[in-house]
């Protein structure tokens, strides 16, 4: 018998549908129902590609004796952490100040009042490890709600205080300048790993959000550091496990700090951050790495993440089955000798394995390796290296495949337009470009209500009910910034405007702060406000990014004040936590620079025009915003009173209100930009 999530589009709420556990989504008449029976609510989030969440799902919301003990004693709601970043934040926030450490699965138990008093992550079946059994601790909770109640409610005022005098004062003691940033830079070489790229230890995480800061410094100061950590980490990472050598794609995180085995699942936000960064890397240095890395991650998207209705889907499980029945981490992309050897024969096996670093010991679990890169192939190689690599792909396509978790994120897509829409138009993929603005089409057609109000979620092409969040008004309008530079069409500029002038009526706070919830969403016992750039940018900096380009666009000041304002959280987090806050000092960098604006006018079909639009798009200038078209054109507040040079083409640059005389030659706009 399926329980109240068979009617939800979440594909992680779907997966619970026919526990035996009676769950609720998130909804105030789940609530409702645990005032009615006087009992607490057990609140367990989690997404559809998280490994624990299954093994905790396996173990015991589908044991009829646990969810018996469930059902009996608790509200169970469940939440997808990717439809509800709101709830997971505020209730990880509670998790992380009582233990000291968060994660998913979380489990929480509330009152009836959404009130939490009872934390934890995963829990096992039985005890191990010190940690008590799940169902010791139901009896546990039910015991304490039922004979110590007043110590529950005491406990539950006591964190819901403690959470509400967190509000965040950044903002209005002035934006970061050079000194800040330069802070900033020194504090990622201290933790930077020289052996591995990379920064910090194990488990180590693709820091695409600080390779844009150090790219971008670069391109400010010249600092040639900067750069090399860059460059360095991003062959490390290509070169390393997290990277799909047969497939294109980067894993979530490598588990070791050389990047050799990755979590083997794959994320959209993940995926489009790191290939709008290789491209970046490429106007800085050229390398072909950067290029070939920057299209296998583009072409991933499209082939394994577009779905049916030209969005972009979530995530790939790390798990699948492994060719017994059994579901198991990597199955899909490892490799043994002998499964070489069946898809190659022997002679091509050899090399093969010496090529990726397959072992006969194994760099995985069970004798089986993950593909790497140790170094690059001989140019005698070089077809013999492609044909295995094709006949690995297309054995491995006979594989059962990782789950899909189908839903489309509004902000996770906008990053992906963005990158598409820049990688495309730099490498002269036009069909990449494409891609992008179906996907931008579909959030306009099934995310955005007529007053340009986001739903965060749709499935199948259908809007889901939560709504938007800050950064998915951010990212969102960041993706429409990028097509409208790529396509020329204006039309996306003023769809990114409408989307912006809701987050300064909706979002904002006083002295520049921002909410990551707007003003008339649902209330929770705290409005959520977080700064930092964790595996995406926050609403926060990805905010402030995109009211600067708009700014720079169209010469707003409320727009540019909010971005500055904004970026107060930088000058105080960014010397101090510099890896913490990477897109918000790559945002500060284009700040400092201007950032640049771009105007290239001339006749569509005039290759002197492209030449220039061309250069203008390999601009390595932080944070630059263009505009191209016929002068005088509507499509674009930069193009007014541009006028032609003695009736050819032209590119005008102008920063902080003051303009250069136009150019006509690409060399001399590109020492410009």
Known sequence: MANRLAHETSPYLLQHADNPVDWWPWSAEAFEEARRRDVPVLLSVGYSSCHWC????HESFEDDTTAALVNENFVAVKVDREERPDVDAVYMEAVQAATGQGGWPMTVFLTPDAAPFYFGTYFPPEPRHGMPSFPEVLEGVKGAWADRRDEVGEVAERIVKDLAGRSLAYGGDGVPGEEELAQALLGLTREYDANHGGFGGAPKFPPSMTLEFLLRCHARTGSEGALQMAADTCEAMARGGIYDQLGGGFARYAVDRAWVVPHFEKMLYDNALLCRAYAHLWKADGSDLARRVALETADFLVRELRTPEGGFASALDADSDDGTGKHVEGAYYVWTPAQLTEVLGAEDAALAAAHYGVTEDG????GSSVLQLPQEAGPADADRIASIAARLLAAREERERPG???????AWNGLAIAALAETGALFDRPDLVERA?????LLVRVHMDESARLTRTSKDGRAGTNDGVLEDYADVAEGFLALAAVTGEGAWLDFAGFLLDLVL???TAEGGALYDTAHDAEALIRRPQDPTDNATPSGWTAAAGALLSYAAHTGSDAH???AEGALGV?????????RFIGWGLAVSEALLDGPREIAVVGAPGDEAFRELRRTALRATAPGAV????APDSEEFPLLRDRPLVAGGPAAYVCRHFTCDAPVTDPEALRRKL
Request: net charge neutral; glycine share 6%; charged share 30%.
């Open 626 to 629: 263009l505009a191209f078209g």
């Open 404 to 410: 899909r978790d189908d839903k489309v994120v509004a």
């Open 570 to 578: 930088v000058k105080a987090l960014g010397p101090r936590a510099p």
């Open 505 to 507: 009526d909706r979002f």
């Open 560 to 562: 540019r004040a909010a």
């Open 437 to 441: 603005t179906e996907a931008a089409d």
């Open 54 to 57: 299954h093994v905790m799902a």
């Open 363 to 366: 760099t995985f679990e069970h």
